[in-house]
């Protein structure tokens, strides 16, 4: 009797110890507080499955927070998290100082899929450091119903003159039915990427060919002075504290007859179970003005790996997993193909059943072809990015630039006094920086 209680309780520390290291990994998640992402989450039960020794923590962050607490925590080599979300312009700076770790997927997983400008922005010398969750550049969502009801048509892509008018024609304040719904919330990948890629559509840029500053350039002054006047005419109350989110809802509640922004936004505009307009939205590619060069953005909500998680293997587990094939035939199994994280696949865009469900592919594919980040401006730049400067300083810089278009919108500021606060601000950043 004694051998057996002794072998018995031999047994339970065994049972004991095997269940403790099954629930020893734990991954911690910065994420977004995009749709996409929050439905990552609700369909995480099914990475759990398969993997039941992993134990999930969700950090959700509006973008400006996330922004600053993943950086803050890779620049100190705080160790928080194990997978964050991070853009375009981190991926390249970050994998450059080592603060990310590459990523190898089996063959399965056919990274050649991935689409090559959303490829090419996550990769550093060959290797790629981050996987596209989803991919975006920007378009016109637009109201057909109220752009017919006042004789108009929408261009394919209009110019932004063009925008004006029609949204001076459909503006119903009264009705609390806005022209246009446009970032107005500072930051640098808020307000700053909307007005970045207006301002390079009127043939502006953030420095010229010796890293110089062009805010106190005409082209600055016609750009700002455009999106302030429409906005304070035509847009939303409060338009200051707008970003995606804030814009997406008024959008979706009727209140908006034109938003552009990210191409991403297209699956909630247009589900039922999201949007009173559903059935009412049609679209357009992203404005012009002197130049088509740099009018809409291109973008990846990416996961990645810090160098300083103790939990990589399972971090690529998962990541391997948000990102695959088979997470988008999931996703159209739960909630139908037009509601799939889009932008980041060839095979996407190639599917008859997503083709058919979502009448916005086409363009959204169109739209993240034709984003150059090289070539984005009308007169040459130095840096890299459409709606940014892939530079470590430009992080800080354009959300205190953001801060001054902001303050702008608001009349706290003269649009004069907001770019030459701007070119101040980023005078003395570029100096300090060893630029020139």
């Excluded at 039941?52 to 509006?62: D, I, Q």
């Excluded at 590619?285 to 293997?313: E, F, H, M, Y």
């Excluded at 391997?320 to 932008?343: D, H």
């Excluded at 980040?373 to 459409?386: A, E, Q, R, S």
């Amino acid at each position: 009797m004694k051998k057996i209680i002794a072998n018995l309780a031999i047994l339970a520390i065994a049972m004991a110890i095997s269940l403790s290291a099954v629930a020893q990994t734990k991954l911690t998640i910065g994420t977004v507080n995009n749709g996409d992402m929050v439905r990552m989450q609700s369909l995480a039960d099914e990475f759990k499955s398969k993997n039941p020794g992993v134990e999930l923590v969700w950090v959700t962050l509006e973008e400006n927070m996330l922004r600053q607490r993943v950086t803050m925590d890779i620049a100190t080599k705080g160790g928080q998290f194990d997978v964050m979300t991070i853009g375009t312009y981190e991926v390249p700076i970050w994998g450059k100082k080592g603060w990310l770790v590459p990523l190898n997927f089996d063959a399965a997983y056919d990274v050649d899929d991935i689409l090559p400008p959303i490829r090419s922005g996550l990769t550093l010398d060959g290797k790629l450091y981050a996987a596209p969750f989803y991919g975006e550049s920007s378009m016109i969502m637009y109201r057909k119903d109220l752009v017919s009801g006042v004789n108009m048509d929408m261009p394919q892509q209009p110019t932004w003159g063009q925008v004006y008018e029609i949204a001076r024609a459909i503006h119903e304040k009264d009705n609390g039915a806005y022209g246009i719904c446009l970032r107005g919330k500072a930051g640098w990948g808020e307000n700053g990427a909307l007005i970045t890629t207006l301002s390079n559509a009127f043939g502006a840029r953030w420095f010229d060919e010796k890293w110089r500053p062009q805010f106190d350039q005409p082209e600055w002054n016609h750009a700002l002075s455009f999106y302030v006047d429409m906005m304070n005419k035509y847009g939303p109350p409060g338009a200051s504290s707008n970003g995606f989110n804030e814009n997406l809802a008024l959008f979706n509640s009727g209140k908006c007859g034109m938003w552009i922004d990210a191409t991403v936004a297209a699956s909630f505009v247009t589900n039922p179970k999201d949007s009173k307009v559903h059935d009412k939205v049609d679209f357009a590619q992203a404005p012009c003005a002197v130049t088509c060069r740099g009018g809409n953005w291109l973008w990846a909500w990416s996961l990645a790996i810090p160098a300083g998680s103790k939990q990589s293997d399972a971090a690529m587990k998962f990541i391997s997993w948000a990102t695959s094939k088979a997470y988008l035939e999931l996703v159209a199994s739960k909630e139908g193909w037009a509601n799939v994280p889009p932008g980041t696949r060839a095979s996407l865009y190639k599917n008859s059943e997503y083709l058919n469900a979502a009448p916005f592919a086409q363009m959204t594919l169109n739209s993240i072809k034709s984003a150059d980040p090289v070539n984005g401006t009308l007169k040459p730049k130095p840096y890299v990015g459409v709606q940014f400067a892939a530079i470590p300083e430009f992080q800080g810089l354009g959300t205190s630039v953001g801060q001054q278009f902001s303050a702008a919108l608001t009349g706290k500021v003269s649009v004069k006094k907001a770019l030459e606060n701007a070119q101040r601000i980023a005078d003395r950043i570029m100096r300090k920086g060893g630029y020139y």
